[in-house]
């Protein structure tokens, strides 16, 4: 009975040693692979959800992978708060101990979301023009130069996906100095360009918060090498 005992709680012991290592070796696989394909100054943070993670590991797929990789720069837009979950996440036990190099690691699907911040949409913003949040709502106020004239411009933007990024528009535009203005909006008009996003997502939805412009995204049979 006593030798029963102490078997048992080596293999107890050994079951969790390979479940913390396999669980390493997954988040430290897809923390590599995303600092190398998308040029991250630092590797992003990796969890996988679920407990035990051994169970997983031995079917060769895990439910949900959560990746923060931070603040990161796409063709020249500062985004920050940047996060993804990787859902049915592929990855064979052998492979990912005797061949962690080659291992096929796939996503079925993968959310994310990125954060514009104000600075980012004031550095595209025309000339004179300030971008703030209030509330839900992204707002406008500034000068706008018209035939040599400054005329102060209040205006609420709209922000709509557009091919290759975002379109900011503005709504009701309210100007002062009693100078009129035909179609003052165009003075206001103005893009974000948003290059290709990590995991090939693809713009779903964009909402103003305090911090800026949130989008969100999603992709489906994601590879997560190469």
């Known amino acids: 009975?006593?030798?029963?005992?102490?078997?048992?709680?080596?293999?107890?012991?050994?079951?969790?040693?390979?479940?913390?290592?396999?669980?390493?070796?997954?988040?430290?696989?897809?923390?590599?692979?995303?600092?190398?394909?998308?040029?991250?100054?630092?590797?992003?943070?990796?969890t996988i959800e679920g407990i035990p993670f051994l169970t997983q590991a031995i079917a060769g797929r895990y439910e949900e992978?959560?990746?923060?990789?931070?603040?990161?720069?796409i063709s020249g837009i500062r985004l920050s708060s940047v996060g993804f979950t990787l859902r049915g996440v592929t990855a064979p036990l052998e492979d990912l101990v005797l061949r962690p190099q080659q291992v096929d690691m796939r996503a079925e699907r993968v959310e994310g979301t990125v954060v514009v911040p104000v600075e980012t949409l004031n550095q595209r913003a025309p000339q004179g023009i300030k971008v703030n949040v209030v509330g839900d709502e992204l707002n406008v106020s500034g000068e706008i130069t018209v035939l040599g004239q400054k005329v102060p411009v209040k205006a609420a933007l709209k922000v709509e996906i557009a091919e290759g990024g975002l379109r900011l528009v503005p709504g009701k535009?309210?100007?002062?100095?009693?100078?009129?203005?035909?179609?003052?909006?165009?003075?206001?008009?103005?893009?974000?360009?948003?290059?290709?996003?990590?995991?090939?997502?693809?713009?779903?939805?964009v909402k103003a918060v305090p911090e800026g412009l949130r989008i969100s995204g999603e992709a489906s049979d994601v590879p997560l090498r190469g």
Do not use: C
């Open 1 to 46: 009975m006593r030798k029963l005992i102490g078997f048992l709680l080596v293999l107890l012991v050994l079951v969790v040693i390979l479940d913390r290592v396999a669980v390493t070796g997954v988040q430290r696989e897809i923390a590599t692979q995303a600092t190398a394909k998308y040029d991250l100054s630092t590797p992003p943070e990796v």
């Open 173 to 205: 535009v309210t100007l002062g100095g009693g100078i009129p203005v035909p179609d003052p909006e165009r003075f206001i008009n103005y893009r974000i360009p948003i290059g290709k996003l990590p995991y090939n997502l693809k713009l779903t939805e």
């Open 65 to 73: 992978v959560r990746v923060a990789a931070g603040a990161m720069t």
